[in-house]
Each structure stands twice: as C-alpha cells, then as structure tokens.
C-alpha cells in the first residue's frame, strides 16, 4: 500500500509536466506532411530579392521612413549556434545587415534593397541573428553569433547613407545565447537567452533541453551604461522573440513550449507573470504592429527545420554535384498569425510559398507585411 501511495504521488508531480510535453508534441504531429493544411488569408504576396540575400533571421520596421532592416546570414548553413550547426573550416560567408524600401515600390530593386555599410568594423566573424533598431537614438543592436563567442553589437545608423558605425561589443556573462532584443531607451535592453545548455557545448543536452522543456532560456535586463547591474529575470523553455505590447506588458516567445508568454514589467525592470497562451505552431520572433496587435512567425513542423540545418553542411549553391545542390532546398513550411486579447489568435498564412518562417511584421498603414526565412532565399512581401 505504501509504494502504491508513493508511486501515486510521483504521477501526481509528474502529470502537469507530462500533459505539457503532450501539448506541445501535439502541434508538431498535427503539423507532419500528411496532415497539414494551409492557409492564406492575406491579399497576395510575392518573394523579393531572392539572388541577393538569403538566410535572414529578423527584420525590424521603421515606419516613419518606411524601411525595413533586415538580418541575413548566408554563413548559417555552415555555422548555426542555436540548431547546432558547426562547420566553421566551410565557413566562407559572413553575415550582413540590409535595409529595404518598401514604401517606394516603384524602385528597382538595386536602389531598393541595400547592404549597409558597416564602418569602425573590420571582422570576418559577423554571423547576426537578432536585430533591434531604436529610431529615436538610431541605435542599432544587432545578436552576434561569433565563432569566437556571442555577443551583442551595438552601430549607430544612418539610414540615409545606408552605413551603420559601429560604437562597441557588448559582452557580459549573463550574454550567454543571446537571441532576441527588445530595447527600452537609453541604453537599456531586455534580451532572450535561448538556452542554458549551448549546442557547442552539448549538441545532445541542448536538444534534451528543447524537447523536454526544460525551462534553460531566459530573460535578461541589462543597461549597457551600467552593466554590472544586469540581472536574468525570467525563465522559460527555448526563449526566442521579445516584444512591448504597450509600455508595461512584455511578451516573449516560447519555441519549445509552442507558445508566448505575458510579464508585466515593474519600475525596477523586474517581471511579473501575467500568463501564457499556447499556439498552432512554434513561434520564433514576435512583432507588435501600430494596432498593438502580437505578430508572430515560426515553425509549424519541427523535424523538418531540424532536418534542413543538417543537411545545409553540405549545400553548395550552384554546384555540379546533385548532392551539394539538393542540400540547399528548404522544404519547411511557415507559419505567421497575430494575437490579440479581444480576438484571440487569428493565423493568416500557414504554407510552403516561403520556407523556414522566423518573423513577420506589418505595417498597417501602408498595407503591406514581410516574413523572413531562416534558411530561405529572399524575403516574402505581402499585402494585407
């Protein structure tokens, strides 16, 4: 009878953890090939610049000057921290920063898509993830995923003249896996820590850490003007994409959990959980467009993803070789929705048009939404 109790009361500890795991598989099954459906609720898109960039991970709006910046690294297939990717003797791409006009459409696309100029910054160890643009300072902070440690950039943009100078790298033990960045003003910065355990590390434990849930990742505060005062205030499973919803209410995305979720931030930068939603699909980067509504782009079916940053080792773009060149198709389907408290989440593209969805942003005014691949060519451009 006393076993029966004990082996009772572990089932009782185990089963919310248990029917968590469940949930969260259960959007991956419910996503495999044979039982995916798509959807298309937006107007139309199209995919831009395909032969100019690839692989670009984020993109942040400026709607007052109608650009987007984007974050694109061809150098991933060969060198990816987070899915554990680690080739660097093929490594011959860095990463680049690119700023699109998209409210001019008239422009050729040469004049409409840049590379900036990165100035002060001489490196070939420039592999970006995460960006974020604060306009007011033109402050850019972009996530480095050096090969000789991350760390976070921070540049000075100029729009303009499409050239960003660089100020300094940013490096603090608690920069651990730094992933996604929302900043604050005035040098202060939340950021996400995908993990605890780093794939270079580990590939195995960074991967039972994904799969189990285990809540590694976290959330960071910290003052580049004070760093000794930065402090990790929340944790969670696969943290990934950080956004404002108003000036007190963070949400921050929850990859392995296939959900977001909801802090209040104090005076003192602390937070405070105000709940959690769970999604269709895993979610990698957030947005808030200017209806306040919770943009989200990520990855319906897992297994696929995975099975894409493996096999980019071998990919060599315009190869003879069938091997080479068949390591380079991107087969993941995207996924973007938005979430509001009185709508709830409304998904308005699930499909294989664009590959390997990381994030989405819409800039309501003017009609018109983008959605980065992770390992896709181009950007997609649609009209809402």
Same mark, same amino acid.
């Given at each position: 009878?006393?076993?029966?109790?004990?082996?009772?009361?572990?089932?009782?500890?185990?089963?919310?953890?248990?029917?968590?795991?469940?949930?969260?598989?259960?959007?991956?099954?419910?996503?495999?090939?044979? %039982?995916?459906?798509?959807?298309?609720?937006?107007?139309?898109?199209?995919?831009?610049? =395909?032969?100019?960039?690839?692989?670009?991970? !984020? $993109? $942040?709006?400026?709607?007052?000057?109608?650009?987007?910046?984007?974050?694109? !690294?061809?150098?991933?297939?060969?060198?990816?921290?987070?899915?554990?990717?680690?080739?660097?003797?093929?490594?011959?791409?860095?990463?680049?920063?690119?700023?699109?006009?998209?409210?001019?459409?008239?422009? =050729?696309?040469?004049?409409?898509?840049?590379?900036?100029?990165?100035?002060?910054?001489?490196?070939?160890?420039?592999?970006?993830?995460?960006?974020?643009?604060?306009?007011?300072?033109?402050?850019?902070?972009?996530?480095?995923?050096?090969?000789?440690?991350?760390?976070?950039?921070?540049? #000075?943009?100029?729009?303009?003249?499409?050239?960003?100078?660089?100020?300094?790298?940013?490096? /603090?033990?608690?920069? /651990?896996? =730094?992933?996604?960045? /929302?900043?604050?003003?005035?040098?202060?910065?939340?950021?996400? +820590?995908? /993990?605890?355990?780093?794939?270079? $590390?580990?590939?195995?434990?960074?991967?039972?850490?994904?799969?189990?849930?285990?809540?590694?990742?976290?959330?960071?505060?910290?003052?580049?003007?004070?760093? !000794?005062? %930065?402090?990790?205030?929340?944790?969670?499973?696969?943290?990934?994409?950080?956004?404002?919803?108003? #000036?007190?209410?963070?949400?921050?995305?929850?990859?392995?959990?296939?959900?977001?979720?909801?802090?209040?931030?104090?005076?003192?930068?602390?937070?405070?959980?105000?709940?959690?939603?769970?999604?269709?699909?895993?979610?990698?980067?957030?947005?808030?467009?200017?209806?306040?509504?919770?943009?989200?782009?990520?990855?319906?079916?897992?297994?696929?993803?995975?099975?894409?940053?493996?096999?980019? %080792?071998?990919?060599?773009?315009?190869?003879? +070789?069938?091997?080479?060149?068949?390591?380079?198709?991107?087969?993941?389907?995207?996924?973007?929705?938005?979430?509001?408290?009185?709508?709830?989440?409304?998904?308005?593209?699930?499909?294989?048009?664009?590959?390997?969805?990381?994030?989405?942003?819409?800039? $309501?005014?003017?009609?018109?939404?983008?959605?980065?691949?992770?390992? !896709?060519?181009?950007?997609?451009?649609?009209?809402?």
């Amino acid at each position: 009878m006393a076993r029966r109790s004990i082996y009772l009361l572990l089932l009782a500890f185990a089963a919310p953890y248990l029917y968590d795991r469940y949930l969260a598989f259960s959007v991956i099954l419910s996503n495999r090939p044979a %039982a995916f459906q798509r959807k298309y609720n937006i107007k139309s898109h199209e995919v831009k610049f =395909p032969t100019r960039i690839r692989n670009c991970e !984020d $993109v $942040v709006l400026d709607e007052g000057m109608g650009l987007a910046i984007l974050s694109c !690294d061809p150098g991933r297939d060969k060198w990816n921290t987070v899915m554990g990717t680690f080739y660097p003797e093929r490594l011959t791409e860095n990463g680049g920063i690119y700023l699109y006009d998209y409210a001019n459409p008239g422009l =050729p696309d040469e004049e409409a898509l840049k590379r900036i100029t990165l100035k002060n910054f001489e490196t070939d160890d420039f592999h970006p993830l995460g960006i974020e643009y604060e306009a007011d300072t033109s402050t850019l902070y972009v996530v480095n995923h050096a090969q000789s440690g991350s760390v976070i950039e921070i540049f #000075s943009l100029a729009p303009t003249a499409a050239t960003a100078t660089h100020i300094r790298t940013l490096k /603090h033990p608690l920069i /651990h896996t =730094p992933n996604s960045i /929302h900043a604050l003003g005035d040098g202060k910065i939340f950021f996400t +820590n995908d /993990h605890f355990m780093r794939a270079a $590390v580990s590939p195995l434990l960074s991967k039972i850490e994904t799969f189990a849930g285990i809540p590694g990742g976290s959330i960071v505060y910290l003052d580049i003007n004070k760093p !000794d005062t %930065a402090k990790t205030v929340a944790r969670l499973p696969f943290a990934n994409g950080i956004a404002m919803l108003n #000036s007190t209410w963070l949400a921050v995305a929850s990859s392995s959990k296939a959900g977001v979720y909801f802090f209040e931030v104090t005076p003192e930068y602390d937070l405070k959980s105000k709940g959690y939603i769970r999604t269709p699909s895993g979610v990698d980067n957030l947005s808030v467009d200017s209806k306040g509504k919770l943009v989200m782009a990520g990855h319906p079916f897992a297994p696929a993803l995975m099975k894409i940053s493996k096999d980019r %080792a071998n990919c060599v773009h315009e190869s003879e +070789n069938e091997e080479e060149r068949k390591a380079c198709e991107c087969g993941a389907p995207s996924w973007a929705a938005e979430w509001s408290s009185d709508g709830g989440i409304k998904e308005f593209y699930k499909g294989f048009h664009f590959c390997s969805s990381s994030m989405a942003v819409r800039d $309501v005014s003017r009609g018109i939404g983008m959605v980065s691949g992770l390992y !896709d060519k181009g950007l997609m451009v649609f009209r809402v």
